[in-house]
């Protein structure tokens, strides 16, 4: 899901036969109503394990998990206009995955690492000024390869936290290893830095993945707010924690 304004948008998926969905359905928060937007040929083909971000305008759909394999395609949903649109492939460089990091930082989108058969720790970019895609070298405190983090944007920033390191053999059906870091990338200096985390007792989330989470505010700290998820030990969650972003 992600959300722009009042509005939280919901796109693919899986049933519960397990097939691949691609309807685009809205929730008004205001008045409690969904409304399917588009399906069938309208729009991204069918997928789950994709990831989805937004800025004021578009919502953005990238890669996952598609009815042949997996997808590095880039999709936005124009919010204003009530249509999709389709950007330039990002080609054989930034291989098709699930589980990546996505966020709309600055005029660019990122996505960062995933699961491409394996983790992988690339990131690669596209600027909406030129419509081109790039990938790029990043350096510092750079965290292992890992999918199904949970990431926020915060000014220039992106914050990435948990995740999936190693994987289950048995799929989604297990628990793979989990990381519980926090690491933040500059998306100027291109510079990865592993934060010092201020934890109350008891109030860290601890190693996991799978979450769901968004870039929140709470007493007037932005943050990122993290819900559920997928334990080492294969529980699936049901607790949520809000982490405060004081300084960068």
């Keep these: 899901m992600a959300a722009i304004g009042d509005t939280i948008y919901v796109f693919g998926g899986r049933d519960a036969e397990?097939?691949?969905?691609?309807e685009l359905y809205s929730f008004d928060t205001k008045t409690i109503?969904?409304?399917l937007?588009?399906?069938?040929?309208?729009?991204?083909?069918?997928?789950?394990?994709?990831?989805?971000?937004?800025?004021d305008r578009y919502v953005y759909i990238f890669g996952g998990c598609g009815v042949s394999g997996r997808l590095n395609d880039l999709w936005a949903f124009d919010a204003v206009d009530n249509k999709w649109v389709e950007f330039p492939s990002p080609g054989e460089n930034c291989k098709g995955r699930g589980g990546p990091g996505l966020a709309a930082v600055r005029g660019k989108i990122w996505v960062v690492y995933g699961f491409a058969g394996m983790e992988v720790d690339d990131v690669h970019c596209f600027d909406f000024a030129n419509k081109t895609w790039a990938q790029v070298e990043t350096g510092g405190q750079?965290?292992?390869?890992?999918?199904?983090?949970?990431?926020?944007?915060?000014?220039?920033y992106i914050i990435l936290y948990g995740g999936e390191i190693d994987p289950s053999d048995q799929g989604h059906m297990g628990a793979g290893k989990f990381s519980g870091d926090v690491f933040v990338l500059d998306t100027e200096t291109l510079e990865w830095k592993r934060l010092e985390e201020?934890?109350?007792?008891?109030?860290?989330?601890?190693?996991?993945?799978?979450?769901?989470f968004a870039g929140a505010q709470r007493d007037g700290q932005e943050g990122l707010l993290v819900y559920?998820?997928?334990?080492?030990?294969?529980?699936?969650?049901?607790?949520?924690?809000?982490?405060?972003?004081s300084q960068t």
């Design 18 to 22: 397990h097939k691949e969905l691609n």
């Design 33 to 35: 109503n969904w409304a």
């Design 37 to 55: 937007i588009s399906r069938g040929d309208n729009g991204p083909p069918h997928r789950s394990y994709h990831s989805i971000t937004a800025d």
């Design 142 to 156: 750079k965290p292992t390869a890992r999918s199904v983090f949970s990431t926020a944007s915060y000014g220039k």
């Design 198 to 212: 201020r934890v109350e007792s008891g109030s860290h989330p601890g190693p996991r993945g799978w979450c769901a």
């Design 228 to 245: 559920g998820g997928n334990s080492p030990t294969n529980d699936r969650l049901d607790d949520i924690f809000f982490f405060a972003l």
